[in-house]
């Protein structure tokens, strides 16, 4: 996948947000391993594959039951198999991330979007400007119901449902797509508040 | 974020016959078309309500039951999600909190947030939960660590701050599934 984004550009068309591979730092301290309950391994090893190494999860671990419970809503809305297309889901992911500001989740789920669409044209328009951006009129109309719901869900009513429906979504994957946007409005709120980004060329 | 095959617990039976807390919030009718929708997602609607169950387990020792409810109330009704807040002030009142209590945050607190003139030596830990939610509802992007410091200053462990922090962020979702799921519901019925 391309690297369109570099810190060195003295014009940045992305907004700050970036493809680019990110660390993340928390601000409070994490479990360390060697004193981690078999109960919390047990629950970073079914999160994440790099959980265990990972200052997120070794943070949210401090509640494990929690993290448990959560990790099985995030892995069931985002790798369940049938309904919305994966890549669609990542789109939406990459939207409110944008939306809400978190860099760091949105790098990760544009790359993931690149690896499912071979392509990145559409997250360029969404670091770009969201409310303008997709390549086609289904993925326009997926991004506008993503910024609504991220930004006024007491707005979201039957004509945004009209919208996707008239674009060919079912009412089963307008539900995976509010899935995917909800459940990002929950990720993006914990990586944003609880530690920050580490960008690749400053350490 | 790579694939993960399951969710950690075996899914139990979670059929479009039982209705769970999202289905009572968004109105879904037991045997409903929609209800059949969002339960051939079992494995979300499970940990959904695992997480809900978690979040608010009286027995979680941190941040008590209270302090929990009234940090879901609030990032509730600052979204605008009535009817969520509205369910969150039932479940204050059956733990002791006040009718006039919530008026009077409502009212005066909350403004008093906003206006940054708040008397801090009344309630400093509610206090300072009730600014965190409203950090993380509303301008999730402008935390910094001296956040979580206000909040150590208060006496809140860091599990009590992951648990704040998860549950504010929960019930962010919780709306949004609710949200989306009501519009589904009015399309069905218009149809």
Redesign the interface.
Request: include cysteine.
């Given at each position: 996948m391309s690297q369109v984004n570099t810190s060195a550009s003295p014009v940045d068309p992305l907004n700050g947000f970036t493809f680019d591979t990110l660390g993340w730092r928390a601000?409070?301290?994490t479990v360390s391993l060697a004193g981690a309950t078999p109960e919390q391994i047990?629950?970073l090893e079914?999160?994440?594959?790099h959980a265990k190494t990972s200052d997120y999860y070794l943070?949210?671990v401090?509640?494990e039951?929690?993290?448990?419970?959560?990790?099985?809503?995030f892995?069931?809305?985002?790798?369940?198999p049938g309904?919305l297309p994966r890549a669609e889901r990542e789109l939406a992911s990459t939207v409110v991330s944008r939306v809400?500001?978190?860099v760091y989740c949105a790098s990760?789920h544009a790359q993931?979007f690149g690896q499912l669409a071979k392509r990145t044209d559409a997250i360029e328009q969404v670091f770009e400007d969201p409310s303008s951006a997709g390549t086609t009129e289904r993925e326009r109309a997926i991004i506008r119901y993503a910024i609504e719901?991220?930004d006024h869900?007491?707005g979201?009513?039957?004509a945004?449902?009209?919208r996707l429906?008239a674009n060919g979504l079912t009412?089963?994957e307008?539900?995976?797509l509010?899935?995917a946007?909800?459940?990002f409005?929950?990720?993006?709120?914990?990586m944003?508040?609880?530690g920050e980004p580490v960008f690749p060329h400053a350490e | 974020m790579t694939d993960l095959a399951s969710p950690t617990q075996p899914a139990a039976p979670s059929g479009a016959d039982t209705i769970d807390t999202i289905d009572a919030l968004a109105g879904l009718q037991a045997g409903s078309p929609l209800a059949a929708i969002r339960h051939a997602r079992d494995k979300v609607a499970l940990h959904t309500q695992r997480s809900e169950d978690a979040l608010f387990d009286p027995a979680l020792p941190d941040l008590s039951l209270q302090e929990r409810l009234f940090a879901a109330w609030y990032a509730a009704r600052l979204s605008l999600a009535d009817d969520l807040a509205d369910a969150y002030t039932a479940k204050l009142i059956t733990t002791g909190a006040q009718p006039t209590t919530l008026d009077a945050i409502e009212a005066g607190t909350l403004d008093a947030i906003e206006a940054g003139t708040l008397d801090t030596t009344t309630d400093a830990r509610l206090i300072a939960i009730l600014s965190h939610v409203k950090l993380l509802t509303i301008k999730p992007v402008e935390a910094r660590p001296e956040h979580l410091q206000t909040l150590q200053q208060t006496g809140i462990t860091t599990r009590g701050i992951v648990a704040l922090s998860q549950l504010i962020a929960f019930v962010t979702y919780q709306l949004r599934v609710v949200a989306g799921l009501k519009a589904l519901r009015a399309a069905q019925e218009a149809a």
């Open positions: 601000w409070l301290d047990a629950v079914e999160s994440h594959p943070l949210l401090q509640q039951e929690i993290l448990w419970q959560r990790s099985g809503v892995n069931a809305i985002m790798y369940a309904g809400n500001g978190c990760v993931r719901l991220t869900p007491e979201v009513d039957a945004a449902i009209k429906e009412h089963a307008i539900l995976d509010t899935h946007i909800a459940i409005a929950w990720a993006n709120r914990l944003l508040t609880l | -």
